[in-house]
Structures are given as structure tokens and as C-alpha cells.
């Protein structure tokens, strides 16, 4: 693809920049006051409409459990015959890379102990009930629901990139069914400064979770003695390595990454499985599986109410919003590399090997954790609630076979993994910061760096504010604008879907409604 001078969205650009400078400056330049308004945002929120955030990820299920089943699902996204752009392989590596980063690898070994130490459905912690539910809930959070929330903005763009032919490829292009000509106004602009905003809260929350165990991985590995200047080199190097992918663009630089992050990550699974418990591993996905399934509505709307927990605020409500926060950004992503897909494949790649992708990851990571617990080999539980996540981490990565190898393997997976979720973040928001952007042309050069410069700054802030609990409420926060967009992008692609279903006579005859032909086919 080739790279035009393109000027800046100046309303985009400058609005996003305001938005993240108003959540930032407070925490830097007064942490406990800063903090103490995000705290008291997030508990307005989350105390306030945590029922908003479970409702929405199941309406927007709903949906594309309808969709896919409907006759819509055959449509192709893009000309009739037309041919897919990636390989199947390499682009199922891209939407689970860059969509998931590595977020999979950190909360795949740890996130099971904070449920089986705080378990939901008033259970008795550390008992067998919550381990059961402790293997159960990160395939919940993890799992088809949470798709559906990245599933959705990538059908609706899709259809409007490659079937209506829209000229841009921004969010606000997603709600034109809805808004119309609007989305070229002060509207439109709005929504797209949203999401930026929204997508710098869920990429700095990746980052800023994964900077202290790829710290302490190294500081474990090397003579190097962990603590800020080993974060600092850190983040300068992870922002030298993806600023460099994404300054190369799709084919050279995401791709590759890509197809080597998925490769590496099929070799340390298989090595988990071989070496490791494996009949506990195959038995416990198993029975977590069952237990998810059988519980999926329950799950869907717990709030506990009367016994005030607390879970969904912390867990539920939190996952559902870094997921809407990221959702946009993945939906453009998507849409950009899946000309030639069908609808109905698109959900199928996302929601159905994405969320398999996920469980597998549990699985491994996980279920070899619990293991160590059980068996009184790694007090996992007890490092989790005195030392925090990192250390668990490297814990359980110790006590592997073959342990200097797979801590190795498992850093430059979480390296790449989010590398590639940053790069084609960066990627992302500069085409939606850029001004008439042509179909066949990448962002500047100096723009998609720019973008991964300030995510790792966000990043920065952040942890040294409060850590995962900062992160948390960011993410939360912004994803909250967020649920009403992709409210009306659904029913934007709904109103689209019925127009173009309509005979030429019947249809509206302006020429936002007057897609081109829409071909059926296979994915």
C-alpha cells in the first residue's frame, strides 16, 4: 500500500488529545487527588449502570446469533466473486493477535486465583466450588459474549467499507444508517474522538499490565534488578519494536508479526500438554466448559445484588468495558483486512475460533496453575493476595519443566502478542485521525508512531498511579460513551441490511442507501 501525504483530522485529532489529557494530567500532577476522582467516576458507573454493561454485551450476542443464521449471513463483503485479501490462516492470526495481545498471556496463568480467592455465587473461597467456577468465569469473560462486543463494529464497517463502498473507513461511518450526513459534521467527529479516547484507555490498560511481568521476567532471566529504569528501558524497547512494525505497515510488518506470534504460541501449548498434568488439564477445561454453559445466562446477569459482592463491578463490568473500549478499534482492523469474507464468516472466525483461541489459553496457562495449587507445588492463591499477579507469574513459569525455556518462550510471546495489538492500534487511530484518506493508501508514517508513542505514555501514567486498579477504572470509563456508538452502529447495520434486501423500486433513492450489488458465497 502506498502512503500520501495526508493531513490531519484537526477536530479528531486535537478532541482525543483533550479527552486523554483530561483523565492524565490530574494523575500526574496530583496521583492521590487524581485517583481519588477516577475512583469516584468508576463508582458512579459501575455502581450506577453496571447493569448497562451486562445487558448491552447480551443484546449485541443476540444480534449476530440472529445474523449469522439469517440469509444475511451469505452476503460478501465486497464485489461479487470476490477473493479474499489474507490467507485464512494468517488472517485468523491477525484478529486473534491483534485483538487479544498480551492480555491472554498474563490474565491465562492468573486469573483463575483472583476468583478462587473472591469467588462469585456466595460460594466459600478456596473451596472446590470456587475452583470450579475459578475455571469456568475466564471462559465467560473470555469467551463468545465478549466476540460479540469486538464482532459487531467489524461487520458494520465491513459492510459499509466493501459493499456500500463508503470512502473513509471511521466509526462514525458506522452509525451513517442512523445519523446520515451527520457523520461528516461535528457529530461524526465526535464519535471518532471517542473512540480514540476510548481506545488509548484499553490499549494503555495492555500495556500497563504487562510492563512489570516482562520486567520482572527479564530481572529473573538476567543480572538485571527490577524496578523503574528496568520498566523505562522496558517501554522504550516494546515502543521501538512495535512503532517499528507499524511504521512498515500490514503486509511487512502485522502480518509477520502475526504468524510468528501464533506459531510460538502452538509450540509452548503443545509443550504444556505433553509435559504438563494432562489429564487434570483435559478434565478441568472440560468441566469448565460444562459449568460455563449450563451457567451462561446466570453468569450474563449476575450482580448479586442482596449479598453486594462486589464481583461484577470488579470483573464483569470491567471486561465487558476494556472489550467495548478495544471493540471499535478491532472492528476497523477487521474490517480493512477481510474484503472477500462473508458475514456469516466473519462471525464465525471471531466469535467462534476466537473465543476457542481464548479457552485454549485457560486451559494450558491456567489449569496448569491450579494444578501447582492443589498439589501444594506453587502456593498460587497465597502470592496472588501477598505479592500480586507478577509474581504468581513468574512462580508458576519457575516451576514448568524445562522452566529458563519456557519463560523465554512465554516473554517473547507476551512481547509480540501485544506488540501487535499496539502496532495495529496505532495503525488504527492514525487512519481515523487522517484526513480523506484514500482506500488504497496507508497513514503517515509519522503519524501511526506518533500514536504508539502516546500509548505507551498513557501506559506510564497509569501504572505508576495505581496499577491494575488504575487501569481497571480506565477502562471502565471509557468505555462507557462507547455502549451508545455501537448502539447506534447495530442499528445502523440493521437499517442497511433491510434497505438493501429492498428492490431497486422500493429503495431510497439517495445515494448513501444505493449500495452496489451484494454477492453471496462462502467464507
Given at each position: ?29 496530583a496521583p492521590q487527588r487524581g485517583q481519588q476522582l477516577l475512583d ?484
Amino acid at each position: 500500500m502506498r502512503t500520501n501525504k495526508i493531513s490531519l483530522n484537526q477536530p479528531v485529532f486535537w478532541s482525543s488529545l483533550t479527552l486523554v489529557a483530561v483523565i492524565c494530567v490530574p494523575v500526574v500532577l496530583a496521583p492521590q487527588r487524581g485517583q481519588q476522582l477516577l475512583d469516584g467516576v468508576l463508582g458512579f458507573l459501575s455502581g450506577s449502570f453496571g447493569w448497562l454493561y451486562l445487558w448491552f454485551a447480551v443484546a449485541v450476542a443476540g444480534f449476530l446469533g440472529w445474523l449469522a443464521f439469517s440469509r444475511h449471513g451469505r452476503i460478501v463483503l465486497g464485489d461479487p466473486g470476490e477473493k479474499p485479501q489474507f490467507a485464512t490462516h494468517s488472517w485468523l492470526a491477525m484478529i486473534f493477535t491483534s485483538a487479544i495481545g498480551g492480555g491472554i498471556m498474563y490474565w491465562g496463568i492468573i486469573e483463575w486465583a483472583h476468583y478462587y480467592n473472591e469467588p462469585p455465587m456466595g460460594v466459600q473461597p478456596r473451596s472446590v466450588q470456587a475452583a470450579d467456577w475459578a475455571g469456568a468465569y475466564p471462559m465467560f469473560h473470555w469467551g463468545i459474549t465478549a466476540w460479540a462486543l469486538f464482532c459487531l463494529p467489524a461487520i458494520a464497517l465491513s459492510y459499509g467499507y466493501h459493499v456500500r463502498k463508503h470512502r473513509t473507513l471511521r466509526l462514525s461511518d458506522a452509525c451513517r444508517g442512523v445519523i446520515g450526513d451527520r457523520a461528516d459534521g461535528w457529530l461524526g467527529k465526535s464519535i471518532d474522538a471517542l473512540f480514540l479516547f476510548g481506545l488509548v484507555g484499553a490499549a494503555g490498560t495492555s500495556l500497563g499490565l504487562e510492563i512489570p511481568v516482562v520486567s520482572e521476567s527479564i530481572a529473573s532471566l538476567t543480572p538485571m534488578e527490577k524496578g523503574p529504569t528496568l520498566d523505562i528501558l522496558v517501554i522504550a524497547v516494546w515502543t521501538a519494536l512495535f512503532g517499528t512494525s507499524v511504521y512498515l505497515g500490514l503486509q511487512k510488518g502485522l502480518k509477520r508479526l502475526a504468524d510468528v506470534n501464533i506459531w510460538l504460541a502452538a509450540a509452548l501449548g503443545l509443550f504444556l500438554l505433553v509435559v504438563g498434568p494432562t489429564v487434570f488439564l483435559i478434565d478441568t477445561t472440560t468441566n469448565s466448559v460444562g459449568l460455563m454453559l449450563q451457567n451462561l445466562p446466570r453468569m450474563s446477569f449476575y450482580t448479586d445484588p442482596v449479598g453486594g459482592s462486589g464481583f461484577e463491578e470488579d470483573w464483569t463490568v470491567f471486561y465487558w468495558g476494556w472489550w467495548i473500549s478495544y471493540a471499535p478499534f478491532v472492528g476497523l482492523f477487521v474490517a480493512k483486512i477481510s474484503k472477500g469474507r462473508t458475514i456469516r464468516g466473519i462471525i464465525g472466525a471471531m466469535c467462534l475460533a476466537g473465543s476457542a483461541g481464548c479457552w485454549l489459553s485457560f486451559a494450558l496457562l491456567g489449569n496448569t496453575a491450579l494444578f501447582y495449587q492443589i498439589q501444594n507445588l506453587v502456593p498460587v492463591a497465597d502470592i496472588v493476595e501477598s505479592e500480586g499477579d507478577t509474581a504468581a507469574i513468574i512462580a508458576v513459569l519457575d516451576t514448568v519443566p524445562l522452566a529458563p525455556l519456557a519463560l523465554v518462550v512465554f516473554l517473547l510471546l507476551l512481547v509480540i502478542f501485544l506488540a501487535t495489538t499496539l502496532d495495529s492500534s496505532a495503525y488504527t487511530m492514525a487512519g481515523v485521525a487522517s484526513k480523506h484518506l484514500p482506500r488504497d493508501a496507508d497513514p503517515a508514517r509519522w503519524h501511526r508512531v506518533f500514536w504508539a508513542v502516546v500509548l505507551a505514555g498513557v501506559s506510564i501514567v497509569m501504572m505508576y498511579s495505581g496499577g491494575l486498579e488504575t487501569l481497571q477504572t480506565l477502562s471502565i470509563i471509557t468505555a462507557f460513551p462507547l455502549i451508545f456508538i455501537l448502539a447506534l452502529v447495530l442499528l445502523s447495520l440493521r437499517r442497511w441490511l433491510i434497505e438493501d434486501e429492498r428492490p431497486s423500486s422500493e429503495a431510497d433513492p439517495s445515494p448513501e442507501a444505493a449500495p452496489d450489488k451484494v454477492g453471496a458465497g462462502s467464507m
